[in-house]
């Protein structure tokens, strides 16, 4: 059950280097606030996949529930509950405003990660 796979690890890597230039570089409208949410989920997922071996639905579910749990923190302000609401990572981890948007997104982030690794495996067992 839990087995370390290079491929996820490298795509994480890859996907945390995109979410970092995001962070710090895209000031625009549309990548910064829906790009990076979009691929956070499916950063995760990878993450989760690097050390393992649990089957696709389960995992992407699991992701998603967590996605959504760290939104809905935001919505009840749990951040400053904690008393962490100075702290500049605490911010950039648990973020700190509730967006219906972002659920969509992290939902379409996964619902596509799902796809692809459908689609690849169809066309490997082709």
């Given at each position: 059950?839990?087995?370390?796979?290079?491929?996820?690890?490298?795509?994480?890597?890859?996907?945390?280097?995109?979410?970092?230039?995001?962070?710090?570089?895209?000031?625009?409208?549309?990548?910064?606030?829906?790009?990076?949410?979009?691929l956070?989920?499916?950063?995760?997922?990878?993450?989760?996949?690097?050390?393992?071996?649990?089957?696709?639905?389960?995992?992407?579910?699991?992701?998603?529930?967590?996605?959504?749990?760290?939104?809905?923190?935001?919505?009840?302000?749990?951040?400053?509950?904690l008393?962490?609401?100075?702290?500049?990572?605490?911010?950039?981890?648990?973020?700190t405003?509730?967006?219906?948007?972002?659920?969509?997104?992290?939902?379409?982030?996964?619902?596509?990660?799902?796809?692809?690794?459908?689609?690849?495996?169809?066309?490997?067992?082709?």
């Amino acid at each position: 059950m839990i087995r370390f796979n290079k491929y996820y690890f490298l795509l994480a890597l890859l996907l945390f280097v995109v979410e970092l230039y995001i962070g710090l570089y895209m000031h625009d409208d549309f990548i910064r606030p829906y790009g990076g949410d979009f691929l956070v989920v499916i950063l995760l997922y990878c993450v989760v996949k690097s050390f393992a071996n649990w089957p696709v639905l389960p995992t992407a579910a699991g992701v998603l529930v967590f996605a959504y749990l760290i939104e809905i923190s935001q919505y009840f302000h749990l951040i400053v509950l904690l008393g962490l609401q100075h702290s500049k990572a605490a911010r950039l981890l648990l973020g700190t405003s509730f967006s219906f948007t972002d659920l969509l997104c992290y939902t379409l982030g996964m619902a596509t990660m799902i796809l692809v690794l459908n689609i690849r495996l169809s066309m490997k067992n082709f």
